[in-house]
């Protein structure tokens, strides 16, 4: 079972079990969670905008767990903030950003599509039409020389463009889509560029301090956070404990942990208008495929999912707020916020 499979399934079991009375949702999350070996989660119930009970097992709303690729959903906001702030445009090309990498008149980046790359907009890394190729997944000799068994543990930004750019991309901009972990690289970077400082520092001034996320940390100054909640890894084929990848400071550079409360505290600042306008918003996200939601997983023991709902009106819907446990082929541990939009009847 892979663990996009898990949260449909989750998805789901929300939608059929919780829906007369607290003591039944009760029930129901400690039945989920003893089928699905769950080893910890938290949980928020909320319907119109009010806290209607909490549920929780070995964690609470202060302990820490890996977001993984969740960290995109801050990406994104923080982007939007930067057009808010006249930084950026979403139409504006990619490459001005110091991609063009020179010295002395020559290119230390030979792009084997220039024409293509230099029709990427910042629109089309966030939504994941810019065609260029999974860092991770489609570019082999990449992984080989700085992924998981590679022997550079912290490639530089030469390397990865070098190793991108001379792979076609899988389609011009804006035609189609491909989830890739690329864009988001490039989004951080870009952040980097605008800011005039560290990815994390700029996170930090634009997220987590306005929106009092205190105990949100970033994973490249430390994968061992105060209040980190134990993961671990399974391999579903032998249903036994095996040893955990460690993360390696590229792994980590775009990646956060963070607390059930924190994390529900961005999503508060983000429906309640207060870390962008309703207006940048509304004119980027939707409550369908383009949600601010995030699926991921790190492969230290944690995969994670987090969204905040936006409805018709604007206002709070039904939601589920949970971190807790998930699968992956090989992942049983995960850092899950779950803020879906089901059909809640509790007395």
Known sequence: MNYGNTFESFSEFIKNNINESTDKATSAFEKF????????FFCYVYKDGKQLFELSKN???TSVFGLGSVSK???????????????????????QFGFEMQEDGINLVNYLDWDG???ITIDHLMKHKSGIPDIIN?????NFHYGVHGKVKDPDKLMVLRAVSKYPLKFKPGTGDNYSNTNFWLIGKIIEHVMGMSYGEAIKELILKPTGMLNTYW???STNPPGLVESFVLDQKTNNLIQKFPIK?????????????????????????????????NSFFDSGDNSPGQLGSIHDG???????IISQNSNYCFMINVFGPGLSDILLDTATIVRTEVGLKIT
């Open 73 to 95: 959903s801050i990406d994104k906001i923080a982007i939007l903030k930067l057009v808010e702030m006249g930084k950026i445009k979403m139409s504006d090309p990619i490459l």
């Open 59 to 61: 964690a609470n709303e």
């Open 219 to 221: 994973a490249y100054d």
């Open 302 to 308: 944690f995969t994670c999912f987090w969204d905040a």
């Open 33 to 40: 969670a003893e089928e699905n070996k769950v080893s910890s």
């Open 117 to 119: 790359w230099g029709a």
């Open 249 to 281: 400071p590229f792994d980590a550079w775009a990646i956060f942990y963070s607390t059930p409360k924190d994390m529900k505290k961005l999503a508060d600042a983000f429906l309640q208008n207060t870390i962008i306008s309703e207006k940048t918003r």
């Open 138 to 142: 489609d570019i082999p000799d990449f």
